[in-house]
T-cell receptor, first 111, second 114 residues
Framework: SQKIEQNSEALNIQEGKTATLTCNYTNYSPAYLQWYRQDPGRGPVFLLLIRENEKEKRKERLKVTFDTTLKQSLFHITASQPADSATYLCALVQAGTALIFGKGTTLSVSS | EPEVTQTPSHQVTQMGQEVILRCVPISNHLYFYWYRQILGQKVEFLVSFYNNEISEKSEIFDDQFSVERPDGSNFTLKIRSTKLEDSAMYFC????????????FGPGTRLTVT
């Protein structure tokens, strides 16, 4: 079955810097991949979706890339702010509708 | 902005008791889901539901679990005989369509089994 690895459990950066989070998956390449944000004790919040035929997707300060050769997605937050501190989850659909999540990377942005 | 709501926010129950977790999905959404997250672990898929039947379920979703859409707005998850290991956050989610579509999650119900 598909496995997702987010290889940093925690990432600490300074305000204003760019945060880069990595998501790797095994087995087959999904048709699309999603990124969610989760704050402590809350449900995941959808951020961005990227399809396999898209190399890059942007939304305000967020950018996602998708490399099906490397089986990897990168998630970037530019000009990071303390309010960006949260856990970021990579997710893909294994079959049908079920989202398979990675364990997440907890980002801490210090001022 | 429409959102998924869940009740209760926290449920404490004794081992062996039945619990029902309730969700109100976003009104024009057709696909409904339950996920759980054990403390410190990743979000895990339990079940998806469409057109009044289960469309997909994980191996976690065994015979002690059931889902129902009792009316036009509510979506429930029942755990028949709770075990200690059922303690987790349970998230309901909904989406407009199947496939390429983001899922909208509720705030969760924290279930504590003692």
């Amino acid at each position: 079955s598909q496995k997702i690895e987010q290889n940093s459990e925690a990432l600490n950066i300074q305000e204003g810097k760019t945060a880069t989070l990595t998501c790797n998956y095994t087995n087959y390449s999904p048709a699309y991949l999603q990124w969610y944000r989760q704050d402590p004790g809350r449900g995941p919040v959808f951020l961005l979706l990227i399809r396999e035929n898209e190399k890059e997707k942007r939304k305000e300060r967020l950018k996602v890339t998708f490399d099906t050769t490397l089986k990897q997605s990168l998630f970037h937050i530019t000009a990071s702010q303390p309010a960006d501190s949260a856990t970021y989850l990579c997710a893909l659909v294994q079959a049908g509708t079920a989202l398979i999540f990675g364990k997440g990377t907890t980002l801490s942005v210090s001022s | 902005e429409p959102e998924v709501t869940q009740t209760p926010s926290h449920q404490v129950t004794q081992m062996g008791q039945e619990v029902i977790l309730r969700c109100v999905p976003i009104s024009n959404h057709l696909y409904f889901y339950w996920y759980r997250q054990i403390l410190g672990q990743k979000v895990e898929f339990l079940v998806s539901f469409y057109n009044n039947e289960i469309s997909e379920k994980s191996e976690i979703f065994d015979d002690q679990f059931s889902v129902e859409r009792p009316d036009g707005s509510n979506f429930t998850l029942k755990i028949r005989s709770t075990k200690l290991e059922d303690s987790a956050m349970y998230f309901c989610a909904s989406s407009e369509q199947q496939g390429v579509n983001e899922q909208y999650f509720g705030p969760g119900t924290r279930l504590t089994v003692t």
